[in-house]
């Protein structure tokens, strides 16, 4: 079973320890998504984390004051992601520590096509489906003759929610003849892939064979993810 933990680290003297809580918040809430008190041996979970935790867990058994100061959620979900904020207190005081979770799923398809038109010109679509969060979708134009490819900053991106709470992401524009390479030399397309608040990147690059622009329309180059509904999470840390 995919599960993801989130730790509340602290080191309480046993002088302080007395009247020690624990809390954990999701977003701005004012309720605790997670409440722990050591001397009452009591937790309540409630919100986006009720019936998700896995309640055995203790990342410090021998501890009577930090054994469940972290959170094993099971199954997670994108539903998940946000900003977590942990809240330890006792009579010596308080501190909170906070930091933004990401769930994400990874594209299930990513496709690069483009289509010769009448005119000479050639729309070029950039698809990617199935994500979340929303992607950062980055056409860029090059040449066979071995010009770095340029970003392209006016194509037009369109994002389609989806039921399960993903998305599908476009990003297309049309090059007139003008705009191609000439003299012998071909227009090589790229586009790149990036999911805000993760590590997750991919590019989209032709093969040889499909650099060279034809007139048989559609020529799609596709890479597929092996796992639709895998998700990953990654926690960044305090700026």
């Known amino acids: 079973m995919f599960h993801l ?19 954990w918040f999701f977003e701005d809430n004012l309720e605790p998504v997670y409440q722990w008190i050591p001397e009452l041996n009591n937790r309540h979970t409630s919100g986006v984390l009720k019936n998700r935790l896995d309640l055995d867990f203790a990342v410090n058994p021998v501890d009577a004051y930090s054994r469940f100061r972290a959170l094993r959620i099971q199954k997670p979900s994108t539903e998940l992601s946000g900003k977590y904020t942990c809240l330890v207190s006792s009579l010596a005081g308080q501190d909170t520590r906070e930091q933004v979770m990401t769930v994400f799923v990874p594209a299930n398809e990513f496709e690069l096509s483009y289509t010769e038109l009448n005119d000479a010109s050639v729309n070029v679509t950039c698809e990617a489906q199935g994500l979340f969060p929303p992607p950062v979708l ?6 066979s003759a071995g010009s770095p490819p340029l970003l392209v900053t006016d194509a ?20 007139s003849a003008s705009e191609l390479a000439k003299n012998g030399a071909s227009s090589v397309f790229e586009c790149s892939l990036e999911l805000p608040g993760t590590n997750y990147a991919k590019v989209q690059k032709p093969s040889k064979e499909q650099i060279k622009l034809v007139n048989a329309g559609m020529v799609p180059v596709r890479m597929h993810e092996n796992d639709v509904y895998e998700h990953a999470w990654q926690a960044l840390k305090d700026a």
């Open 5 to 23: 933990r989130c730790c509340c680290n602290y080191v309480m003297r046993a002088e302080n320890a007395r009247d020690t809580l624990v809390k």
């Open 138 to 143: 980055k056409l860029y134009l090059g040449s």
């Open 156 to 175: 037009i991106s369109h994002f389609k929610p989806k039921y399960s709470g993903a998305y599908d992401a476009y990003l297309y524009r049309t090059f």
